[in-house]
Nanobody
Framework: QVQLMESGGGPVPAGGSLRLSCAAS?????MGWFRQAPGKEREVVAI???????AYGADVMGRFTISQDVAENTLYLQMNDLKIEDTAMYYC???????????????????WGQGTQVTVTV
């Protein structure tokens, strides 16, 4: 069974840092991080592809860094200078095996993890 499993979330004070990890049971051409806060729509945080470099949502550019360990099938999200508005459930996602698309578009991604909660405190 194909799985994505996130870890690394938790409470963190504003201005602090966290590193999220996503262990994947498969290798895919494109993977990404998304987040959803209560009462808000899911938004893309960052994506990275086998054949393209990383891309970021406007709200996190310059503060977050996406990376991957291809050999270990693990995706990371380094989050620095966290803000209250970064509080959300963070999800790891992957595109279908046969897909060549990779971009900041939620509908490209069909495989999702269960999420890890990030709470930024005052």
């Amino acid at each position: 069974q194909v799985q994505l499993m996130e870890s690394g979330g938790g409470p963190v004070p504003a201005g602090g840092s966290l590193r999220l990890s996503c262990a994947a049971s498969v290798s895919r051409n494109c993977m990404g991080w998304f987040r959803q806060a209560p009462g808000k729509e899911r938004e893309v945080v960052a994506i990275i592809g086998r054949y393209r470099g990383p891309a970021y949502g406007a709200d996190v550019m310059g503060r977050f860094t996406i990376s991957q360990d291809v050999a270990e099938n693990t995706l990371y999200l380094q989050m620095n200078d966290l803000k209250i508005e970064d509080t959300a459930m963070y999800y790891c996602a992957a595109t279908p095996r046969e897909s060549g698309r990779c971009g900041l578009v939620s509908s490209y991604f069909t495989l999702w993890g269960q999420g890890t909660q990030v709470t930024v405190t005052v």
